[in-house]
């Protein structure tokens, strides 16, 4: 087996790597600054930051979904949208439409929202299957197609979806196919009685959220972005991801297991974590640490897996595989 730490083909220069632990850095403390959340959500926002993945939070009403999504949207000083769900949202309401210029005697394109940097969609399952699908094909694609015209989406674009539990009335869960795209799956939890106390002290002089200024800007992300790209993931690292995937697949509690898309989503995130902690190659530890967060939304167990979760067989499909 190759040696883990192979010299990387095109090396990252200490100022590139300075760069992005910076910005995310910044953007980690300012959204502190408004929400209490705890450490590793934080870190799990940074990765899909700088890895270009997109969001899916799913929690409880009232536990700081929304306000997370907003923090983060203030602290880069980009264009952002938010959109809230509802049974009657179209597709053409996210996307865009293209309207008659009576004046030019033509038509032309009126962007939606999916055009800002960072979209908060919240309660992504109040809107109806159309809509949804509407929503993550362009997410995946990053353009829009509209009469047959195509629209690039801006970078950096960032998706940050939210939804309460499933059990809801008058809810439309993504189906296993449109959760796929989300990078990574987090859930906020209640706040310790410390932090919630906090909270409240901080919310009697208003929101916030509102308060926050932007800490970093469209380059710098989008430095930080191709940054994360090019940073270092050994043979033997891939070999590991595949073999974890893989594991999944034939664990007989699963009905459908991780995708290969899974296993890209998973590579990029680690990069990303490896940058967000100052260095130039990942390692299996920054598998490890995202494995939960980026492959259990994805896994649909058997009808005979009653009383697992979906986070147990992550976990033990990491004790099974040796990590090189
Ligand atoms: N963990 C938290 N940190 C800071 N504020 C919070 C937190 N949880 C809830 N809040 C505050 O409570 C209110 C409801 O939060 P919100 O983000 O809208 O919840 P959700 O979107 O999860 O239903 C907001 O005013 C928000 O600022
Ligand atoms: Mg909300």
Same mark, same amino acid.
């Given at each position: 087996m190759e040696p883990l730490e192979e010299a990387a083909p095109e090396g990252l220069a200490p100022a590139e790597i300075e760069a992005a632990v910076s910005v995310a850095r910044r953007v980690a403390d300012n959204i502190r600054r408004a929400v209490e959340v705890r450490d590793n959500v934080i870190q799990h926002v940074m990765v899909a930051m700088l890895a270009e993945g997109h969001i899916l939070v799913e929690d409880y009403p009232g536990v700081g979904k929304t306000a997370l999504a907003r923090a983060l949207s203030r602290s880069i000083d980009c264009q952002f949208a938010r959109v809230q769900c509802t049974a009657d949202l179209l597709p053409a309401d996210i996307v865009g439409t293209n309207v008659y210029n009576q004046r030019e005697a033509r038509f032309e394109f009126r962007p939606g929202p999916i055009f800002a940097n960072v979209v908060i969609v919240d309660e =992504?399952? &109040?809107?109806?299957p159309k809509t949804q699908s509407g929503l993550l094909e362009c997410m995946q694609e990053r353009h829009v197609t509209v009469d047959a015209m195509s629209h690039e989406l801006a970078r950096p674009f960032l998706v940050f979806a939210t939804q309460n539990p499933v059990e809801y009335e008058g809810t439309y869960p993504l189906p296993e196919a449109q959760v796929d795209r989300f990078m990574v799956r987090l859930s906020l939890g209640y706040p310790d009685a410390g932090a919630e106390a906090i909270m409240l002290a901080g919310h009697e002089s208003g929101d916030r959220v509102l308060d926050l200024e932007p800490v970093t800007d469209r380059a710098e992300v989008v430095d930080a972005v191709e940054t994360a790209h090019r940073v270092h993931a050994s043979r033997a690292l891939r070999d590991y991801i595949v073999a974890l995937l893989r594991r999944t697949r034939e664990d007989? &509690? =699963?009905?459908l297991g991780a995708s290969p898309r899974a296993g890209l989503m998973l590579l990029r995130a680690a990069k990303a974590r490896a940058l967000v902690s100052g260095r130039d190659h990942a390692l299996p530890d920054d598998v490890q640490a995202l494995a939960e967060p980026v492959l259990s939304h994805r896994l649909m167990l058997a009808p005979e897996a009653a009383g697992v979760t979906r986070e147990e067989i992550v976990r033990d499909a990491i004790a099974a595989v040796p990590a090189l």
């Open positions: =992504v399952n &109040r809107a109806s007989d &509690r =699963v009905e």
